[in-house]
């Protein structure tokens, strides 16, 4: 069934971090995570399949630096159609043929607003990587963690001109002292709906940068904005922390379920995980929205 007409009869399980599992099976600080879908299959395969075990409906794809201008920096620009066919087609042979395949881009790193990069460059960048994740096996597009909507709104633009999948878009959002969120350049969530929605998103919402509270802050504000628009919300296990060297999420799957009833309430439509969280986190929630 196509995402949008399964969210209108019920709230679809999205997974979790991606990052945390292949730090938990070696990845090395400054290694490319990407290529490993060409060296590791099998490590990304687990990964996977880990979260269609937990019970995710959406399985998300080991792609979100996998644009040519990231690769280029560690030397293999020239493989990005072949890192993200088989980012994809790893994620749809967990995923079979009854669950969705959500094919994971990321921002550049390059800032337009500086004139780092053209937006049709991006678009040229972004184009390239969608239509190799769909090649692959990815149905829907997500677009993952940007604070900029201009090069949020490019994304959109590029994977519903050059693919047929779905495509979702989520900013990360702080909270202020006045008690609204913003991006790092200013975006509210009321603008990150327009503006998205303008640029053809079939789905927005938040992830990444803070806890379950927070981005249920954050779902209480886009809905505010817009009662209508299909919603994804995706929290960290947490703000991270180092401790003895080592990166840790503070959240329990069970702190991190006790939230899916407001989520639930606000009308959120799919629920997934970011950084910190685990199969253990997704198969909680999995248990809360009574899969």
Known sequence: ????????TRVLLCDGAWGTLLQAKGLKPGE??????????????????????????????NSFGGNRIKLSQFGIGEKTPEINE??????????GPNRHVAGSIGPTGKMLITGDVTPDELYEVFSEQAA???????????????ADPEEAAIVIRAAKKRT??????????????????YTIMGTTPADMVRILKEAGADIVGSNCG???????????????????????????????????GKTVYRESPEFMASFVPELVNLGVNIIGGCCGTTPEHIREIAIKLGK
């Not at 088989?86 to 995923?95: H, M």
């Not at 769909?134 to 940007?146: N, Q, S, Y």
């Not at 047929?164 to 969120?181: H, K, L, Y």
């Not at 802050?217 to 994804?232: N, V, W």
């Open 132 to 146: 190799a994740l769909e090649r692959g096996g990815a149905d829907i597009i997500i677009v993952e963690t940007m």
């Open 210 to 244: 803070n806890g379950t509270e927070i981005l249920t802050g954050i779902a209480r504000a886009i809905r505010k904005a817009d009662k209508e628009i299909p919603l994804i919300i995706q929290p960290n296990a947490g703000l991270p922390e180092l401790i003895d």
């Open 164 to 181: 047929r999948c779905t495509v979702i878009a989520t900013m990360t959002f702080d909270p202020a002292p006045s008690g609204n969120f």
């Open 86 to 95: 088989a980012a994809a087609a790893i994620s749809r042979e967990a995923a």
């Open 32 to 61: 490319c995570p990407e290529l490993w879908n060409l060296t590791r299959r099998k490590d990304v395969l687990d990964i996977a399949r880990s979260y269609i075990e937990a019970g995710a409906d959406i399985i998300e794809t």
């Open 1 to 8: 069934m196509n995402i949008l007409e399964e969210i209108k």
